[in-house]
């Protein structure tokens, strides 16, 4: 089983990530149930705007595309800014737009049999906006989403300290990182062996 995080923080490395310190309590839990893990601080590369799967040359997409079409499971960890994902996690979801008319080469489309989940940091309101929009489109793509397939983070309304500099709520956020790892790994374990069909066959009226 192998899972891709895709961490749509806007600092760049080496800069620490609250974003990826939490999705990092989501990718422990599934590499104890045995998954390959890898995480993509997407800042880091060039992404082109579109929404097709290569933009041409420079564009650094192609290559990030193939590790999501590799793997079965999808985590989009966002930060909040002013109540809505970052910048970065809304151009991914552009790119991965194009995925709608992709299919295999068994004709399933490409999102299809593989599910996704959703981290959420910020220390304002809006993590509930934001893992609904996120959720909502990769849905549209074609991803299955389990129950409770997403962990968020925050001080609560106004400023205050960031998910690294307080103990505050952590508690709590591990036993759902828990368990929004073990809820991903079960789907896609079920997708796996009893995967979706390109074509589901209608019984006579």
């Known amino acids: 089983m192998r899972a ?3 961490n749509c923080t806007v600092k760049p490395s080496p800069e620490p990530s609250n974003t990826d310190a ?3 309590l989501v990718a422990a839990g599934l590499r104890e149930l045995g998954a390959d893990v890898r995480t993509i601080r997407l800042v880091d590369h060039d992404i082109k705007s579109g929404v097709s799967s290569d933009m041409g040359d420079g564009d650094e997409w192609p290559g990030i595309r193939e590790e999501i079409v590799n793997s079965e499971i999808l985590i989009m960890a ?3 800014w002013v109540g809505h994902p970052s910048s970065v996690a809304q151009r991914a979801i552009e790119r991965m737009d194009a995925m709608l008319s992709e299919t295999g080469d068994d004709g399933t489309p490409v999102a299809y049999n593989r599910v996704a989940g959703v981290v ?3 220390n304002e309101d809006g993590a509930h906006h934001v893992i609904s929009e996120n959720n909502g489109a990769l849905g549209d793509i074609g991803f299955r989403i389990p129950g409770q397939a997403w962990v968020n983070w925050n ?3 106004g400023p205050g300290p ?9 508690q709590y956020v591990h036993q759902v990182a828990g368990l929004m790892a073990k809820n991903l790994y079960a789907l896609a374990a079920a ?3 009893r995967p ?3 074509e589901i066959s209608r019984g006579e009226d």
């Open 22 to 24: 939490l999705a990092e």
């Open 191 to 193: 997708l796996r062996d």
């Open 155 to 157: 001080m609560g309304p």
């Open 120 to 122: 959420v940091t910020g």
């Open 4 to 6: 891709t995080i895709l």
């Open 162 to 170: 960031s998910y690294s500099d307080t103990d505050h709520g952590h």
């Open 196 to 198: 979706i069909p390109a």
């Open 78 to 80: 966002s930060p909040t």
